[in-house]
């Protein structure tokens, strides 16, 4: 399977503390995004980042990315109860037209 | 801008029935769109390629004459799951590629939610 992998599985943490998560995958990537996805509902992209990036902001966002280690991190800074959600990279590839290849997901779980 | 739709959000089918679930793009024209499925607490799994037009791509291990799709027109895409069995109870999400700026991006329908009793 091409999916790529994140961790960890399951996040805890309280109001105000930073959330990091991790998404390795396995080919040569065009580009790396990160979607959220509140418990039944569809997908929110969060953001975007090239191949040829190694950091990118949007907001509390943050998003890095190590082509030689094949792997992106996202960090969460002063989350809050509404960030509570799973989070997912999605990755396309060299030659596959566009496919999204989805990452194992983070559930992200923020408590007052 | 860039909206997709899906219908219906849920639907609830008896195992051998069929059941067709529609996703549009509301605001763009999309001559790709993907159909992907989401089983509770995991991922997506892209199901298969939609281009307008032409016969649909599946992925590997994916059962096209289970689960027929059909891209008539720039702005919908059908899945339909051909007699269903209580396996095939997940949640489908599409995607459709449109023109955001200078590039094309992928923009999520809301999903919809088949249980197969």
């Known amino acids: 399977s091409q999916q790529g992998e994140e961790d960890p599985q399951a996040l805890s943490i309280q109001e105000g503390e930073n959330a990091t998560m991790n998404c390795s995958y396995k080919?040569?990537?065009?580009?790396l995004q990160w979607y959220r996805q509140n418990s039944g509902r569809g997908l929110v992209h969060l953001i975007l980042i090239r191949s040829n990036e190694r950091e990118k902001h949007s907001g509390r966002l943050r998003v890095t990315l190590d082509t030689s280690k094949k792997s992106s991190s996202l960090l969460i800074t002063a989350s809050r109860a509404a960030d509570t959600a799973s989070y997912f990279c999605?990755?396309?590839?060299?030659?596959?037209?566009?496919?999204?290849?989805f990452g194992t997901g983070t559930r992200l779980q923020v408590t007052l | 801008g860039a909206v997709v739709s899906q219908h219906p959000s849920w639907v609830i089918c008896k195992s051998g029935t069929s059941v067709k679930i529609e996703c549009r793009s509301l605001?763009?024209?999309?001559?790709?769109m993907f159909w992907y499925r989401q089983f509770p607490k995991q991922s997506l799994m892209l199901m298969a390629t939609s281009n307008e037009g032409s016969k649909a791509t599946y992925e590997q291990g994916v059962e096209k004459d289970k689960f027929l799709i059909n891209h008539a027109s720039l702005t919908l895409s059908t899945l339909t799951v051909t007699s269903a069995h209580p396996e095939d109870s997940s949640f489908y999400i599409c995607s459709a590629m449109g023109l955001a700026g200078p590039t094309y991006e992928q923009y999520f329908g809301p999903g919809t939610r088949l249980t197969v009793t």
């Open positions: 080919t040569s990537i065009n580009n």
């Open positions: 999605a990755t396309d590839h060299t030659g596959t037209a566009s496919k999204l290849t």
């Open positions: 605001d763009f024209q999309a001559t790709t």
